[in-house]
């Protein structure tokens, strides 16, 4: 789901590592709309960007190249978790949870761009 979003908005490019930091920068986004949600009393719309972050999560799972060495395993384990964050987040509203989700994202993304340049 978290790549067909991008395919449609256009943004998929040839580079699969502008694909990985393009779902990173849409969680960030959708984390933010979670928080919206939550702020105003949304239902509706916060399990909507709940279930679409965690679609993307998923996705960034199914990528993964398990062959690649330790860091695949530690990756998943972190994206599980931040799951489960947002399961439970989104139950308790808990605008705490999803902050940290963010920072963690946002420190993903600062890890990714180093690592591959862009």
Do not use: C, H
Not at 39 to 63: C, H, M, P, Q, T
């Amino acid at each position: 789901m978290g790549i067909e979003v991008y395919n449609q908005q256009a943004a998929v490019t040839e580079d699969p590592y502008m694909l990985i930091l393009k779902l990173y920068e849409g969680l960030l986004k959708y984390l933010s709309f979670v928080k919206d949600a939550i702020e105003n009393g949304d239902i509706e719309v916060k399990f909507e960007y709940i279930n679409k972050s965690i679609a993307i999560f998923d996705e960034l799972r199914n990528i993964l190249d398990f062959e690649g060495g330790d860091i695949s395993y530690y990756l998943d384990g972190l994206y599980l978790y931040q799951i489960e964050t947002l399961f439970s987040a989104g139950i308790d509203n808990n605008l705490t949870s999803i902050d940290q989700v963010s920072k963690v994202v946002k420190g993903l993304i600062e890890a990714w761009k180093e690592e591959t340049g862009l």
